[in-house]
């Protein structure tokens, strides 16, 4: 259950953003909110455009000026505190992931931005740093999204494949559906035969007819799969239904939550060996280029 937000802050507007964010999901969970900051060492002059905080000093007086925000143009009534990251760091992923242990939060809440194209400044951000790092689920936003009013999502999707291990964010997507009201939807997607040429596992060595069957067997199976899911998701009383889609899976997923805006996305992601691994192979950091909702990131452990 969601009891306390924490929201990293670098002083600049776009970090901001996950301020009206971090509003609707305090009141939405009935949950706390921590402010957080982290002194750099030999921080840059301006960062994202704008001057750069440079001691403690400057780094409570802009986190008061936060909650200010919080209370008077998102109108969030619950609990705000801030905390300061007093010694100088070099490596602020890595001091956010170590207080995450401190301050024991259950959701951090992150504004991934950037001026050079989203994949770009998304992959290698400190927010994939974080993700890579932490054990904390981190709900991430663009700066463009906007919230749509008191109830934010219509839908909460979670992405599921064959991989039992990504079954462990459903109820990660059972706790936001239930609490905005949204419906949960249960989505996989199996490749078309087109998409498969050039993947392992010998799909080249098969005829078009041995491979169209296996995916449609994949397709079936999938479906009795998010069907088991659904029915135990419906029984803790949830909204919930199940699609099967083909074609490309980022693409496809991105498409799918464009359909029913608002909506959450809901990713199981790896994170063992730090960010180069946690990306590898992953669909994560091309659904976060291709969809303007707002992701929640699930770090999966083995």
């Not at 670098?10 to 971090?22: F, M, V």
């Not at 760091?89 to 989203?118: K, N, Q, Y």
């Not at 419906?234 to 991105?254: F, H, M, N, S, W």
């Not at 280029?289 to 083995?302: G, I, M, T, Y």
Request: proline share 5%.
């Amino acid at each position: 259950m969601v009891k306390k937000i924490m929201v990293p802050l670098d002083g600049s507007k776009a970090a901001e953003s996950a301020l009206q964010w971090s509003a609707e999901l305090g009141r939405m969970f009935h949950a706390r909110i921590v402010l957080f900051h982290a002194i750099e060492e030999n921080p840059p002059e301006h960062i994202h455009g704008e001057s750069h905080l440079r001691n403690e000093g400057e780094a409570i007086e802009y986190l008061e000026r936060a909650i200010s925000n919080l209370r008077s143009n998102f109108n969030f009534e619950g609990a705000v505190s801030t905390h300061v990251h007093v010694e100088e760091t070099s490596d602020v992923a890595t001091s956010i992931a170590v207080h995450m242990e401190e301050l024991d939060p259950d959701l951090i809440v992150m504004c991934s931005h950037g001026r050079s194209g989203f994949t770009r400044t998304f992959i290698g951000s400190l927010a994939t740093r974080v993700i890579g790092l932490g054990v904390v689920p981190v709900f991430l936003i663009k700066p463009e999204t906007n919230v749509g009013g008191a109830m934010i999502f219509e839908r909460v999707f979670v992405p599921l494949d064959n991989a039992s291990i990504h079954d462990r964010a459903i109820p990660f997507g059972e706790e936001f559906a239930r609490a905005s009201g949204a419906t949960l939807t249960l989505l996989s997607v199996v490749p078309k035969f087109g998409s498969l040429k050039g993947r392992d596992g010998g799909w080249g060595l098969m005829s078009p007819a041995t491979s169209t069957a296996l995916l449609e067997l994949e397709e079936a199976s999938m479906g009795e799969h998010l069907d088991e899911h659904a029915s135990q998701s419906a029984a803790r009383g949830l909204a919930v239904e199940t699609k099967v889609v083909r074609g490309d899976p980022a693409k496809k997923i991105a498409q799918e939550a464009a359909r029913r805006t608002p909506s959450l996305i809901v990713l199981g992601t790896h994170g063992r060996s730090g960010t180069e691994a946690f990306w590898k192979g992953s669909v994560a950091a091309k659904v976060a280029a291709l969809s303007k909702s707002p992701l929640l990131l699930v770090p999966l452990r083995e």
